[in-house]
């Protein structure tokens, strides 16, 4: 019987690899691969770190636009029910809604005040991506606490929003830059700098926070237009036309005081029923808890492990004191009263403008169409900044300060008659031009911080100052509330002004070299032991001793400020 030849040549093979050994058969197991492409499988690895980055980027800017949408249609809703004294009386007696609402309001504005205190700690404790999930989370407790309205329930979780209020942003600024800032690296993996985890040339990443930052205040200026939803959809079903809420008003525009004198203590011709409420406001629930998964799921983190223990081991008492050193920074100290009125001009178009103006002339019933104009052009316009890609980056500042300075002119000029519907039209486009201010200075100042200070070590610090200063003016405005309307657009027109100057004033200082002083950043302090910190002589005799003396005597915890001109500047 004839022999089978393929059997004889896998016998041949098999002794063959025998006589050859194993490490002749591992080779042909682990080995290269005729068709394997090292510098393609090298493209296809950063492109899809690259479109990780920007699903980074496009989750935290649709979560922060759904959180802002359930936490300002609620206050909006919560606000006009607790207004109505019917409501009042027939749900909840002898409450006292009015003063529980004085005091939410309160809890919301005035706790941020303190938040410099305690947000960089938070951040650097936290890192970035949990502060920001752990905001997401105080603010869906926040919608929570409406299902049993009650003191213990409203005010306390009031108080929780104004504590996270600051740490969000902070924790958001600080993500939106750092996912730019990541993005370079992966696109230019192969420069020098970036193989070698080195700072990268001044400048390099300022398209990517242009595009990034744009990105964000597009998805987040929806959330105008969101939280107009259970207004447009639910309560206005129940809102009196105009003819009755304004009955009682006599002044409107410029002329008023306050907020919105006379106006009708009856604003619903029929109370919603509890089981509706509970219906919208677990929709809402539903909302704030899409952003949770959002944050948590999707979003990636800003650094890397080893990355984030350099960042909390400075020294929890280096980094409680690195924001107020920031802030010898004359270039930040030049833009304190842009951050102010960045804080002052989105309160007054919510409040003020809407109410004093557009509910005054229109009526209740129109005051969603009136926010969500607002909503649509600030979120549209907000591409405006990617002129920066081409143009100096000033011009989106400036040119937002001066729309907002002409129609701050403008207001403080009109005065229109109450029920006067038939300037709708002009208040829809004060409304949308608004927007466009309101886009030009949120995105402007956000990219402008970004290009300044592109050390990571500092971002958090900045960026805190930043919506520490925001919370300040929010707060100031919540304190003027009762102010004529000529005094309040007089203060506007101050700080716009102020504003302006100063920013030139900064720019100019810039182009003339004049130095700026930076505080140093502490050495992380780490035991030099460990497989992630091991010192290169780490294996001889009593070097982790040496070591920790040698960073002890050579690298102290805090050191002393360095001036340094815009052109030495790391950044």
């Given at each position: 019987?004839e022999?089978?030849?393929?059997?004889?040549q896998d016998?041949?093979?098999t002794?063959?690899?025998?006589?050859l050994?194993?490490?002749a058969?591992?080779d042909d197991?682990?080995?290269?691969?005729?068709?394997y492409?090292?510098?393609?499988?090298?493209?296809?690895?950063?492109r899809?770190?690259?479109?990780?980055?920007?699903k980074?980027?496009?989750?935290?800017?649709l979560?922060?636009?759904?959180?802002?949408?359930?936490y300002?249609?609620?206050?909006?809703?919560?606000?006009?029910?607790h207004?109505?004294?019917?409501?009042?009386?027939?749900?909840y007696?002898?409450?006292?809604?009015e003063?529980?609402?004085?005091?939410?309001?309160?809890?919301i504005?005035?706790?941020?005040?303190?938040?410099l205190?305690y947000?960089p700690?938070?951040?650097?404790?936290?890192?970035?991506?949990?502060?920001?999930?752990?905001?997401?989370?105080i603010?869906a407790?926040?919608?929570s606490?409406?299902?049993?309205?009650?003191?213990?329930?409203l005010?306390?979780?009031?108080v929780?929003i104004g504590?996270?209020i600051?740490?969000?942003w902070?924790?958001?600024g600080?993500?939106?830059?750092?996912?730019?800032?990541?993005?370079?690296e992966?696109?230019?993996?192969?420069e020098e700098?970036v193989?070698?985890?080195?700072q990268a040339p001044?400048?390099?990443?300022?398209?990517y926070?242009?595009?990034?930052?744009?990105?964000?205040y597009?998805?987040?200026h929806?959330?105008f237009v969101?939280?107009q939803?259970p207004?447009?959809?639910f309560l206005n079903?129940y809102i009196?036309q105009?003819?009755?809420t304004?009955?009682g008003?006599?002044?409107?525009?410029?002329l008023?005081?306050?907020?919105?004198?006379g106006f009708n203590?009856?604003?619903?011709d029929?109370?919603?029923?509890s089981v509706?409420?509970i219906?919208v406001?677990s929709?809402?629930?539903?909302?704030?808890?899409?952003a949770?998964?959002?944050?948590?799921?999707l979003?990636?983190s800003?650094?890397?492990?080893?990355?984030?223990?350099?960042l909390?081991s400075i020294?929890?008492?280096?980094i409680?004191q690195?924001?107020?050193k920031?802030?010898?920074?004359y270039?930040?100290?030049h833009l304190?009263?842009?951050?102010?009125?960045s804080?002052?001009?989105?309160l007054f178009?919510?409040?003020?403008?809407s109410l004093?103006y557009?509910?005054?002339?229109?009526?209740l019933?129109?005051?969603?169409?009136?926010l969500?104009?607002y909503?649509?052009?600030?979120?549209?316009?907000?591409s405006?900044?990617l002129?920066?890609?081409?143009?100096r980056?000033q011009?989106?500042l400036?040119?937002?300060?001066?729309l907002?300075?002409a129609?701050?002119?403008?207001?403080?000029?009109w005065?229109?008659?109450p029920?006067?519907?038939?300037?709708?039209?002009?208040?829809?486009?004060?409304?949308?031009?608004?927007?466009?201010?309101s886009a030009l200075?949120?995105?402007?100042?956000?990219?402008?911080?970004?290009?300044?200070y592109?050390?990571k070590?500092r971002?958090?610090f900045?960026f805190?100052?930043?919506h520490?200063?925001?919370a300040l003016?929010?707060?100031?405005?919540?304190?003027?509330?009762g102010?004529p309307?000529?005094?309040?657009l007089?203060?506007?027109?101050?700080a716009l002004?102020?504003?302006?100057?100063s920013?030139?004033?900064?720019e100019?200082?810039l182009?003339?070299r004049?130095a700026?002083?930076?505080p140093?950043?502490p050495?992380?302090?780490?035991?030099?032991?460990?497989?992630?910190?091991?010192?290169?002589?780490?294996?001889?005799?009593?070097s982790e001793?040496?070591?920790?003396?040698?960073?002890?005597?050579?690298h102290?915890?805090e050191?002393?400020?360095?001036?340094?001109?815009?052109?030495?500047q790391?950044n």
């Amino acid at each position: 019987m004839e022999k089978d030849p393929s059997c004889c040549q896998d016998a041949a093979k098999t002794a063959a690899g025998e006589m050859l050994g194993p490490e002749a058969q591992l080779d042909d197991i682990v080995g290269a691969h005729t068709d394997y492409n090292e510098e393609e499988e090298e493209q296809k690895y950063f492109r899809r770190k690259r479109l990780g980055v920007v699903k980074n980027v496009l989750a935290a800017s649709l979560a922060a636009m759904l959180t802002y949408s359930v936490y300002l249609g609620l206050l909006q809703m919560q606000l006009i029910l607790h207004y109505d004294e019917t409501y009042r009386e027939v749900k909840y007696s002898n409450m006292e809604l009015e003063d529980i609402d004085r005091k939410v309001l309160m809890g919301i504005n005035v706790t941020p005040v303190v938040a410099l205190l305690y947000t960089p700690v938070l951040i650097r404790f936290f890192g970035t991506k949990w502060t920001m999930f752990l905001a997401v989370g105080i603010y869906a407790l926040f919608v929570s606490s409406n299902y049993w309205e009650r003191y213990f329930t409203l005010v306390p979780s009031a108080v929780a929003i104004g504590v996270a209020i600051v740490p969000f942003w902070a924790s958001l600024g600080n993500y939106i830059t750092r996912m730019a800032q990541k993005y370079y690296e992966y696109a230019n993996y192969k420069e020098e700098h970036v193989q070698e985890q080195r700072q990268a040339p001044r400048g390099a990443c300022s398209a990517y926070i242009v595009v990034f930052q744009t990105i964000f205040y597009i998805c987040f200026h929806l959330s105008f237009v969101c939280a107009q939803m259970p207004m447009l959809f639910f309560l206005n079903n129940y809102i009196y036309q105009l003819n009755h809420t304004l009955s009682g008003v006599k002044h409107c525009g410029t002329l008023s005081h306050g907020m919105l004198t006379g106006f009708n203590k009856t604003v619903l011709d029929s109370l919603p029923r509890s089981v509706n409420l509970i219906m919208v406001e677990s929709v809402l629930m539903a909302a704030a808890f899409l952003a949770m998964l959002m944050v948590l799921l999707l979003c990636g983190s800003a650094y890397g492990t080893t990355e984030e223990i350099d960042l909390r081991s400075i020294g929890w008492g280096n980094i409680f004191q690195l924001p107020f050193k920031h802030m010898r920074d004359y270039r930040l100290r030049h833009l304190l009263p842009f951050f102010i009125y960045s804080g002052f001009e989105v309160l007054f178009v919510c409040n003020d403008f809407s109410l004093n103006y557009g509910v005054c002339t229109l009526g209740l019933e129109k005051l969603a169409y009136l926010l969500i104009a607002y909503g649509f052009s600030a979120s549209t316009c907000s591409s405006l900044a990617l002129c920066m890609l081409r143009l100096r980056r000033q011009y989106p500042l400036l040119a937002g300060a001066l729309l907002h300075a002409a129609i701050l002119v403008m207001l403080f000029c009109w005065a229109p008659k109450p029920q006067q519907v038939e300037q709708a039209p002009l208040l829809y486009t004060i409304a949308a031009l608004w927007g466009m201010g309101s886009a030009l200075n949120k995105t402007g100042i956000s990219i402008l911080l970004g290009m300044l200070y592109e050390d990571k070590e500092r971002q958090d610090f900045i960026f805190t100052i930043y919506h520490w200063w925001q919370a300040l003016a929010i707060f100031t405005v919540y304190l003027w509330s009762g102010l004529p309307m000529k005094a309040k657009l007089s203060l506007m027109l101050l700080a716009l002004g102020l504003a302006a100057g100063s920013y030139i004033w900064m720019e100019r200082r810039l182009a003339q070299r004049v130095a700026f002083r930076l505080p140093r950043m502490p050495r992380p302090r780490h035991r030099a032991s460990g497989y992630r910190y091991l010192e290169e002589d780490s294996d001889e005799t009593n070097s982790e001793d040496e070591g920790t003396s040698r960073d002890n005597s050579q690298h102290p915890a805090e050191e002393d400020e360095t001036p340094r001109d815009d052109g030495e500047q790391r950044n």
